[in-house]
């Protein structure tokens, strides 16, 4: 029934401007705005969009809603971080995190942040064919 259907996700927003800085001019995406007002269009490396929406009774996600896979994560943590962005800590959970905001649990390395919605975004090292 939809295997030639293509499929995309989407979440919320409080200010579609602010999100459209921060996801073009932040983290480097290729944003474009849709036919009506308050909708973006977030163009993930891979061929993936994802739809960004204004909503005025916005609830940021509680979950992360995108995971940005990365080589080296430290290394994008760190980019990152002198980008203006700020990782989560998280301390006597199941996911805690170090100094740096990343997660060393066992598993990939990964680190959580928001976007300026409060929308919960990931980065995370992929595997490596070592």
């Not at 999100?19 to 061929?47: C, H, N, Q, T, W």
């Not at 943590?77 to 997660?103: M, Q």
Request: glycine residues 10%; negative net charge.
């Amino acid at each position: 029934m939809f295997e030639d259907t293509k499929a995309f996700s989407s979440f919320s927003v409080d200010d579609a401007a602010a999100a459209k800085d921060f996801y073009e001019g932040v983290l480097g995406l290729s944003v474009s705005e849709g036919a009506m007002p308050g909708i973006l269009s977030l163009r993930i490396p891979g061929g993936a969009e994802v739809m960004a929406y204004e909503k005025p009774d916005h609830t940021p996600a509680s979950y992360t809603v995108i995971h940005f896979p990365v080589p080296d994560l430290p290394a994008t943590v760190a980019d990152l971080t002198a980008r203006g962005v700020a990782f989560e800590h998280y301390r006597g959970t199941a996911v805690e995190t170090d100094d740096d905001g990343i997660f060393r649990g066992g598993g990939p390395l990964i680190a959580w942040f928001t976007d300026p919605a409060g929308n919960v975004l990931a980065v995370l090292e992929e595997e490596r064919d070592d």
